[in-house]
């Protein structure tokens, strides 16, 4: 099996090689693609809107700012997604705006359905959810992880299975709470998550 350093190393995607290829997903042409090919290719052109927006717009809390800033210990940050995935669009942006606020933090980008051997290692509920975000030391030993999305954003997606909501319906409620919520859920538990690691000054 792989290495995880060397397989970020190898196919990871910076801040510029993510926006590079989400850009190039949701140009792709859907005419003559099949029904579930061309509803990827809209979640895509959806998603890079939600994502611009929040790249504008979100800063992290001083809470969260400060947490960041007191990691002195190199960590890389593995983030297994992809283009379409509604969750990746409304948390990957703040967790790169967060990452750059520090040096000794290097976040990349993996494809979820390109590595899935790397997906695999890292499954939520026997499930390949994402965006998951894995922090690794030096050695390529696992800090902590996070994900696939913020416990009250799975609240309510926890509820509106249970009320026999479709799918639609759903991502429609799903998005209503990332609009609403504006990053804060992230925000705190990626705080609570930095707050005391080895390496840290908080």
Known sequence: MDDLLDVLARDGLDDEGWRRLFEQRAAVDPTGLLPEQADLVAYTQLNLHRTQRLERTWRPSPALAAAVAA???????????????????????CLMVAARANPNLRLRVLTRDDHLSVMDRFLTRGTR?????????????????????????????????????????????????????????????????LRGLPGSDS
Request: glycine content about 6%; proline content about 7%; charged content about 20%.
């Open 71 to 93: 990691i002195t210990i190199p960590q890389a940050w593995l983030v297994i997604s992809e283009p379409w995935c509604g969750d990746s669009a409304q948390c990957l942006p």
């Open 129 to 193: 959810s994402i965006p998951i975000l894995v922090a690794l030391d030096a050695s390529g030993a696992e800090i902590f992880r996070w994900g696939p999305r913020p416990a009250a954003a799975q609240a309510v997606v926890d509820t509106a299975r249970s009320e026999g909501l479709d799918k639609k319906a759903m991502l429609e409620r799903l998005h209503l709470f990332y609009g609403r919520d504006r990053g804060q859920a992230l925000d705190a538990e990626l705080t609570a998550l």
